[in-house]
């Protein structure tokens, strides 16, 4: 296995750490530095302790296929992302602003609903929202915040901008991987931390126990809060026992917590119930609460909104709060900005069709070959065609959904995502797109990751980066006085 960086090509797309030019960007110099100076069987050796690790640490996500559940161990590329903490300082700025704004709007939409009156947002738009929750109008939750916390998608384009290309406000994932690649990585590469200004990631279990505490309705000294889990099948289960267990509190299932007469919930403990004061609840909408949602759910509690609604527990995203992820939402997020907080936006969206709109739609509808549709809530990676990469069948079909409900189909153009070089299987290096979720926490502070998760399609050409669509990870290193 050799680490051959003169050969590399990123093919012309932007590259996170090598230039057009072949030379390094200078948060990268350190790194690739330092592994050039490895042999060959030293950097196999490395990649072998890598997935050692994520066994013994028993690191793996859960597949939904046809057959069943899979259970896989992370993928994981050793070769770390980087970024100047000079350019993250700007990015996070932009991903406070944004949430701040969208928070401002979920709430306003369950009250006055202003922002629709002054017609910044057609009506419409939110009355049709898969998102929009009617039992929600008239409550104001703790802080008057609505989405805690918040997974927002960037991607790089080819002139090496960030763009947000999705908001993630429902039960957003990954922050979990996020630190255990920083776990791995130190164990893979330790000389690089004592060498390299990386900045640190570990505060962030601390910053989100701290913000859910924040919203307890008790003014106590220590508030229970808990993880509520839809339980061990879940996608995202391995992700709720590791949070859970990293801030010292109880994951639960529904079955676990129960609404008493006075409105309070109550934990089932050995010793008798425990009041619970704040839920950071990692469960659909529908399945919250069976009195109210979906009444055959075996996942959540009955009277859970009846309690929420009376400000006897905080729950954690609050209910409704995805209206705000709905993709046909986010087309209008600049908007949103400029409406709640008389600024411009720091980070731009991706350009977006939106096919409700009949100009828009007949465009779509030409250039299906060209673009990327994605329906207006799902979420994984699911129910999108790639353009380029689709066949006329399948693009047939998908002209067929849209024309049935344009209401829930947007488009955008195919981006030239920004490449990092990735080990792969012969042991070479070749350029991988990839794009960056960070975390986003919101109480009564604002706290942003510093970093995120990089996801990376580990298929040459792929720009599909979901983990359950067959993509990887590394790590990524915000790098201080590695300025561009």
Not at 40 to 69: C, D, K
Not at 233 to 241: G, K, M, P, R, T
Not at 472 to 482: E, F
Request: aromatic share 8%; charged share 25%; glycine share 8%.
């Amino acid at each position: 296995m050799t680490m051959d960086w003169k050969s590399y090509d990123p093919n012309g797309f932007f590259d996170e750490l090598v230039c057009r030019d072949g030379s390094i960007r200078p948060p990268a110099r350190q790194l690739i530095h330092y592994l050039e100076s490895l042999p060959p069987e030293e950097i196999e050796s490395r990649r072998q302790m890598a997935e050692a690790t994520i066994q013994e640490m028993g690191v793996s996500f859960t597949v939904y296929t046809e057959e069943g559940n899979i259970d896989r161990a992370w993928p994981f590329d050793i070769v770390p992302r980087t970024i100047s903490a000079k350019q993250w300082r700007t990015t996070a700025a932009g991903l406070e602003q944004r949430l701040k704004a969208l928070n401002l709007f979920i709430n306003d939409l369950y009250h006055e609903q202003q922002v629709l009156k002054d017609g910044i947002i057609p009506a419409e738009i939110i009355t049709e929202s898969r998102n929009f929750r009617p039992e929600c109008i008239g409550i104001t939750p703790p802080l008057g915040v609505w989405a805690h916390i918040c997974g927002t998608d960037l991607v790089r384009d080819g002139d090496g901008e960030f763009y947000v290309l999705e908001d993630n406000l429902r039960v957003p994932s990954g922050v979990s991987y996020m630190l255990e690649n920083r776990a791995i990585t130190k164990r893979v590469l330790p000389e690089l931390f004592e060498k390299d200004d990386i900045l640190p990631i570990d505060g962030y279990c601390a910053s989100l126990f701290d913000m859910l505490a924040s919203l307890s309705p008790r003014d106590v000294r220590k508030p229970v809060i808990v993880v509520l889990t839809p339980g061990i099948f879940n996608s995202a289960y391995f992700e709720h026992a590791f949070l859970a267990q990293q801030m010292g509190i109880e994951l639960v299932e529904g079955s676990d917590l129960m609404v008493g007469d006075d409105n309070c919930v109550y934990m089932k403990t050995i010793s008798g119930p425990e009041r619970v004061d704040v839920i950071y609840r990692r469960i659909d909408d529908l399945f919250l609460d069976p009195s109210v949602f979906n009444k055959d759910s075996v996942l959540g509690v009955p009277g859970l909104m009846r309690a929420w609604q009376k400000g006897k527990v905080a729950l954690a995203n609050a209910p409704g709060a995805g209206v705000a992820d709905d993709k046909v939402v986010y087309a209008y997020v600049p908007e949103i900005i400029r409406y709640y907080l008389n600024e411009e936006p720091i980070i731009k969206n991706v350009e977006t069709f939106l096919c409700d709109d009949p100009e828009h739609r007949a465009y779509v509808l030409e250039n299906l070959d060209k673009l990327v549709v994605k329906p207006a809530n799902e979420s994984g990676g699911y129910g999108m065609l790639v353009g380029p990469h689709s066949t006329k069948k399948e693009q047939a079909q998908f002209a067929k959904l849209i024309q049935d409900n344009p209401r829930n189909y947007i488009a955008q153009p195919t981006l030239a995502l920004s490449t990092a070089p990735t080990l792969v299987d012969n042991g070479s290096l070749e350029p991988r797109h990839l794009d960056l979720r960070p975390f986003i926490l919101q109480g009564r502070d604002t706290y942003v990751t510093t970093g995120g998760l990089t996801r990376v399609a580990m298929k040459k050409g792929s720009l599909v980066v979901n983990s359950s669509q067959g993509g990887g990870s590394k790590d990524t290193w915000i790098v201080d006085g590695g300025e561009e």
